[in-house]
């Protein structure tokens, strides 16, 4: 009798500390949804009356931290951090945090010397491998390459009617200015309808933070008898989530173009969302398009492409799209399938092989190479 009255005493005792943890777990839980659902102060008000709470709860503390760099408050996550680890230098998650928060301000070295860290102490760390890859490849990139170059052709076979078959080649010069800006000079030889058009266009493209990027171009084609004889385009994207697994990273984009044809404006925006999934080997590109044609009237259209990193040197991908296209300065509904697949030949070449269908009757096959130096 005594012992059973024990240790019911025990249970009755115990059953407060189990229910401030279950809840415990249950707020932090609550609090990190909060941050990935861009409620980033109603996540910090939560967890920050935990850790006032318990000042010692290193796992609060942490996520104070990781809310504070996704809210883009990298100064205060960095000093967060610090002091969990000024108490705590072998702490591999707190390493590996840490890791996270240099490669969102942007430093990438200091990002590969803490995630190296991290796994020197817990190798089976998941989240710390996949930064130390991505921040690797993130320095291996900026240090080899300064300059890229693509070029490719087209060749067009239409499937009905007088009109004759197109062919087309591009080249694309890109130089790395720093690490977050980039600029790029495109041409275009376009040969359709019995007439030759070339597209001159100059861009930018810049990264203000690792989860916010936007770019701009600008081009026109001289005497254009299809080509725009001007165009400029505009686009952003940005990052809301990010997470190691399935669904690795969330961007939303958004694209706008203004063009001006022989036969009147054509100008279009479409939002977007790119969804990285599989540790980012797998990513799906959606977007819908909102025109206005020349004719002043406004149809729609929509696409898909899934890409796939089948093997470290090849890369596969297709796509579907039903867009209005300008053509011969006339916008007509149009639909598209797409196959191809990207093939590294070095680390510093790559060689591209597509294969489309466009409706009404169009073929195209084309080919690209890449290099970078």
Not at 189 to 208: K, N
Not at 259 to 268: C, E, F, I, L, P
Not at 293 to 312: C, I
């Amino acid at each position: 009798m005594m012992r059973a009255a024990v240790c019911l005493a025990i249970g009755v005792l115990m059953l407060p500390c189990v229910a401030f943890g279950a809840t415990r777990d249950e707020l932090l839980g609550d609090a990190a949804d909060l941050g990935r659902q861009g409620r980033y102060a109603e996540g910090l008000d939560m967890v920050r009356e935990m850790v006032a709470a318990d000042p010692r709860d290193v796992e609060a503390r942490m996520l104070e931290a990781r809310l504070l760099a996704w809210a883009g408050r990298n100064g205060e996550a960095e000093t967060a951090i610090a002091a969990i680890l000024a108490a705590q230098p072998g702490n591999s998650d707190a390493l590996a945090l840490a890791g996270a928060i240099a490669w969102y301000r942007g430093d990438v070295a200091a990002a590969r010397a803490r995630y190296e860290a991290a796994v020197a102490i817990s190798p089976s760390d998941q989240e710390a491998q996949l930064g130390l890859a991505r921040a690797v490849a993130a320095l291996s990139a900026g240090q080899e390459w300064a300059w890229r170059v693509d070029m490719g052709v087209d060749f067009t076979r239409s499937g009905g009617g007088s009109q004759k078959d197109w062919q087309e080649g591009f080249m694309r010069v890109g130089r790395k200015l720093s690490a977050a800006t980039q600029v790029h000079l495109f041409a275009q030889h376009s040969h359709r309808f019995g007439e030759v058009d070339r597209f001159l266009e100059i861009g930018a493209e810049h990264s203000v933070a690792p989860w916010l990027r936007g770019s701009v171009a600008i081009g026109g084609t001289v005497a254009a008898d299809f080509l725009p004889r001007r165009r400029i385009d505009a686009g952003g994207a940005v990052r809301v989530a990010a997470d190691p697994g399935l669904l690795t990273a969330t961007w939303l984009t958004v694209d706008a173009r203004h063009a001006d044809y022989r036969s009147g404006t054509v100008a279009h925006v479409a939002p977007g969302v790119q969804q990285y999934l599989f540790d980012g080997r797998v990513w799906v590109t959606g977007r819908f398009l909102m025109m206005k044609n020349e004719f002043d009237k406004h149809p729609t259209g929509w696409e898909m492409r899934v890409d796939w990193q089948a093997w470290d040197k090849v890369r596969l991908f297709a796509g579907y799209a039903d867009v209005p296209e300008t053509t011969d300065n006339v916008t007509l509904p149009s639909t598209s399938r797409l196959i191809g697949a990207v093939f590294g030949i070095a680390d510093d070449m790559d060689i591209t092989l597509s294969a489309s269908r466009q409706d009404p009757k169009r073929e195209t096959i084309g080919a690209a190479l890449s290099v970078r130096f």
